[in-house]
């Protein structure tokens, strides 16, 4: 069978149990810690000592209003059990189990001249053609130390589809850039040194993700030369698992996707290991209407079963492990105050007690986007204010890079104007204001966050019992269990605002009598525009006619002879479409068709 390196049939039970066996126990242990803290003076003894060896190690900075300030805000207590609780059931920012952050400064200020040493901000655009993308990208970055950039795909190319496919016109460039060829890749990135240590790139698709980044490994290889590649750094969501239960962007069928994405794991771990192959994703699971509980315990959930996929296929979890990042949502409820410091310890108890993984493979690496579920229509100029909440809760959070989306998405593709703002919100909080930039772990450790913190771990915890006793989370996903609580709690939400339980200000509430039309230009691809993209479609596929039915046929061997297709893909980019080749691969391996 043309999809046979990924038999994704589950065993009768998922690794899940073993992982909440394994959390509960470290809970116990921690307990332990804190009681022998208070009781045995050896070991108090040593706790104190560990967090004077931190305090010292952090050290002191001197704010331009003249207060001097410790680097790392540690406990202000005298109880040694709290300390302990502390020390081994959060772990200082960079260390086990990462609770407070993945590493040990992150925001914090690198030189004397008030530099970071890498800006957490990703910049995200797409809209029209490639060369419109491109000139977007320049405007955004112009005044960034690093140039991080994601870049939005218009529907077409989500779904694999060219510009010249049937009833596709309007949707050319509209919503994100279009991408048809290997020559669309080259211009969208045009200007940008793809070679450099600091640049990196996301790419937020997942069906045709393996086509997409052979496009660009091919794009930097004509630019750079073959020397390149291992140096490439950037990230390519490829989360088929959330496709299935939340966004509906699938093409090929379940077992097939799995095999084509391990495909991909396996040649850049081997090949790029600075890049990011796979981005587990609870955005658009939260998107789709998943409570912020739900969206953290699918998403896991999703990390533990790509975990047992690649390893059946092989691969040393030390080595892919580092590789794998995640992305999620951040709203306004009050969840999203620990959901990120929750999902680091979970993911890094499950990786080193179940998997075996070191500690670079027990890191949870996040991305995180603020909601453009909360963004609303009405008084739109609001969603400037519930964007910076939520670039708030994130960096309480400490995720490692972040998006905030823009105030006028509810009408358009965002404008340059509001981009631009959504940018600067960032820069505000991070570089303007000094809650971040002086000292690490500011908010951490309050009452009310520590409340919240136990009863997320709880609910997420609940969630993995419920997915185990379905047989694990393919077993779940075949009954369409995860599916159908998604849309049970998008059902809640909107009977909350409609009932007037959840508050929605400009719309439920505070609303204006008579609001006055908006003044939002809203973008579209023009015509023109869309005609130019076939047009060029369709000389590159003149051009390479012979070239790509040869090339085709190569990779339809490599499909059906189970060797490594995302390796074939690098030189099938090189003289055939994205269309060209989604349609030759659903040929051999079929088409998804949902469980309904």
Known sequence: HPASRIEHRPDKMSSLNNILEKVNTFNVDVEEKVRRARQEPDFRKEVLKKLESIRAGAGTVATPTGLKLPRLALPQTDDPGEIARYLFGEGAPGEFPFVNAAYREMYLLKDEKGGHAEEPTRLFAGLGLAEDTNKRFHVLTQYQKTIRLSTAFDGPTLYGLDSDAGGVLGKIGEGGVAVDTVEDMERLYAGFPLDDPGFSVSMPINAPAPIILAMYIAAAKKRFGTAVVPGLRGTIQADILKEVQAQNEIIFPLEASLRFLTDMVEYTTRQMPRWYPISI?????????????QQAAYTLSNGFTYVELFRKRGLDVDLFGPRLSFFLDCGLDIEYLALARVCRKLWAVAMRDVFGAGPRAQLLRLHTQTSGRSLIAHLFKNNLTRTAVELMLSCINATNSCHSNSADEPFTTPSEEYVRLAAQGQAILLEETGLFKFMMNVFGGSPGMKIVERAVEEGILNEF???????????????????????????????????????????NCYAEAEEKPHDVHVIRTPRARKQFQIDRLEKFKKKNREKSKRALDDLARVVETDGNVFEQLIKTVEVCSLGQITERLSAIVGKYRPTV
Do not use: C, M
């Open 281 to 293: 994703s609870g955005y658009h699971i939260a998107e789709a209407g998943a409570t912020p509980v």
């Open 465 to 507: 019992g419920q997915i185990e006793r379905l047989g694990g989370v393919l077993a779940a996903i075949e009954q369409r269990y995860q599916r159908s609580q998604i849309q049970a709690a998008a059902h809640l939400y909107e009977q909350q605002i409609y009932g007037g339980v959840r508050p929605i200000i400009g719309l």
